[in-house]
């Protein structure tokens, strides 16, 4: 085995096990600098510079993991078929969540790049920022993004939803399942969804449901998205 296969071995290892062990300490203590999508990155990020591993290197087998996100998109469409008894009882409130929650989010998207000087491909894979990672990247190809910079951009988003979603939701008093389950899954996608099941077991489902839908709107609209905010 030469050195580079050993790199690529080690940098495998170290993305699955920083994700699992910040996932078990999270579950023991629920503080958001031990979220798995925040610790696992700055540790992975440390490690990859401390020993000089190359990208090439480092993508060698870790790669598999992003080929993972297709067939997790179609596993979607399993607690949409469990959860269609919900689907009928609120459809209304989820489609109103969904709409309100792609076109806030590109809109505000398009507002703060007007106002910040941005470069142009960071404009573009910034757009599609609101909704899961696995829809993002087939949407943000419309966009004319980047799908690297749209997937660190989602995850900043989901991020920055999930520590601050439940604080404002109390700040504007929004008690309800399915206020939350909606707020959470719309604003926040994968991230959002994993806290609504932290507060609940309904806002975990419509959070989950409210997700998918965003996701498979955005890819659905994405070309007349990138029309309208071209």
Same mark, same amino acid.
């Given at each position: 085995m030469n050195q580079s296969?050993?790199?690529?071995l080690i940098s495998l290892a170290i993305t699955v096990g920083s994700y699992y062990?910040?996932?078990?300490?999270?579950?023991? &203590?629920?503080?958001?600098?031990l979220l798995p999508s925040i610790l696992a990155p700055v540790v992975v990020v440390l490690?990859?510079?401390?020993?000089?591993? +190359?990208? +090439?290197t480092? !993508?060698?087998?870790? &790669?598999?993991?992003?080929?993972?996100?297709?067939?997790?998109?179609i596993a979607f469409a399993v607690p949409?078929?469990?959860?269609?008894?919900?689907?009928?009882?609120y459809p209304l409130t989820i489609t109103c969540g969904v709409i309100a929650g792609v076109m806030f989010g590109l809109t505000s998207t398009w507002l703060l790049t007007?106002?910040? #000087?941005? #470069?142009?491909?960071?404009? &573009?894979?910034?757009?599609?920022?609101?909704?899961s990672t696995p829809f993002a990247l087939q949407a943000t190809s419309a966009f004319g993004g980047v799908p690297e910079l749209t997937a660190l951009m989602v995850m900043l988003t989901g991020i920055i939803g999930m520590v601050i979603g439940e604080p404002l939701m109390k700040l504007f008093r929004i008690h309800?399942?399915?206020?939350?389950?909606?707020?959470?899954?719309?604003?926040? &996608?994968?991230?959002?969804?994993?806290?609504?099941?932290?507060?609940?077991?309904?806002?975990g489902?419509?959070?989950?449901?409210?997700?998918? !839908?965003?996701?498979?709107?955005?890819?659905i609209c994405a070309p007349f998205f990138a029309w309208i905010f071209s």
């Open positions: 296969t050993l790199l690529a062990i910040a996932k078990a300490m999270y579950k023991r &203590h629920k503080t958001w600098w490690l990859v510079v401390l020993l000089s591993i +190359p990208l +090439p480092y !993508f060698e087998y870790t &790669h598999w993991l992003v080929t993972l996100l297709a067939p997790a998109t949409i078929y469990r959860e269609r008894k919900l689907i009928r009882q007007r106002v910040i #000087p941005l #470069p142009e491909e960071l404009v &573009h894979s910034v757009l599609v920022r609101s909704v309800t399942s399915l206020g939350r389950g909606v707020a959470l899954g719309a604003s926040a &996608h994968g991230s959002g969804t994993a806290k609504a099941t932290e507060i609940g077991q309904q806002e489902v419509v959070a989950s449901l409210t997700m998918i !839908f965003a996701g498979i709107v955005m890819v």
